[in-house]
């Protein structure tokens, strides 16, 4: 059955202060694993797609890491505005293009000014 | 700008009412849409995909009569909850499919149905 986890469920941080955070998955044929920001009644917001083993992409003060079985979202210098839950999700599917997504339960990041 | 528009926002009825989400594609045709739905504090589950022209295809232990899917345009899909009971209470988002895998995948802002 194909799996994804994050950790931690909930995470405060200080304004400034940087930490990680992580996905780990077990899938069957992965496709790409993406990254979303949710923000509290509303619909996720894209953030990154990755496909392989050692891929890396940056936006702004987040940086999302991909290896054979988890991803991390690093979060640089977080500012409160960046206070938000971050999905994570693995596309699966042997039919290229499905497009399904299999979500994680989500990470809450509280950032204090 | 957003690129799927859902409606409505928001629902509160009564138990047994029959309620009615809509999911525009305003950036391309989208042949395909996806309809997911989320517990508080909990992840998101694929419940349908939804196909322009065709029977919709629904996920294990999901009711096809009890969440009716349309999709008889290019551009819209539609989510009806019928006869709706306090534990269809959710917040239920649709997605887009991206022309291409590796395209920036893209959700509606999400109903939050609330039933009395």
């Known amino acids: 059955e194909d799996q994804v986890t994050q950790s931690p469920e909930a995470l405060r941080l200080q304004e400034g202060e940087s930490s990680s955070l992580n996905c780990s998955y077990t899938v069957s044929g992965l496709r790409g694993l993406f990254w979303y920001r949710q923000d509290p009644g509303k619909g996720p917001e894209f953030l990154f797609t990755?496909?392989?083993a050692g891929e890396e992409k940056e936006k702004e003060r987040l940086k999302a890491t991909l290896t054979k079985k988890e991803s991390f979202l690093h979060i640089t210098a977080p500012k409160p505005e960046d206070s938000a839950t971050y999905l994570c999700?693995?596309?699966?599917?042997?039919?290229?293009?499905?497009?399904?997504?299999?979500f994680g339960q989500g990470t809450r990041l509280t950032i204090n000014p | 700008g957003a690129v799927v528009s859902q409606h409505p926002s928001r629902v509160i009825c009564k138990s047994g009412t029959s309620v009615k989400i809509e999911c525009r594609s305003l950036?391309?045709?989208?042949?395909?849409m996806f309809w997911y739905r989320q517990f508080p504090k909990k992840s998101l589950m694929l419940m349908a995909t939804s196909n322009e022209g065709s029977k919709a295809t629904y996920e294990q232990g999901v009711e096809k009569d009890k969440f009716l899917i349309n999709h008889a345009s290019l551009t819209l899909s539609t989510l009806t909850v019928t006869s709706a009971h306090p534990e269809d209470s959710s917040f239920y988002i649709c997605?887009?499919?991206?022309?291409?895998?590796?395209?920036?995948?893209?959700f509606g802002d999400g109903t939050r149905l609330s039933i009395l």
């Open positions: 999700a693995v596309q699966v599917g042997a039919i290229q293009g499905a497009q399904k997504l299999v």
């Open positions: 950036d391309f045709q989208a042949t395909t």
């Open positions: 997605k887009e499919k991206a022309e291409l895998s590796n395209q920036p995948q893209h």
């Open positions: 990755l496909y392989s």
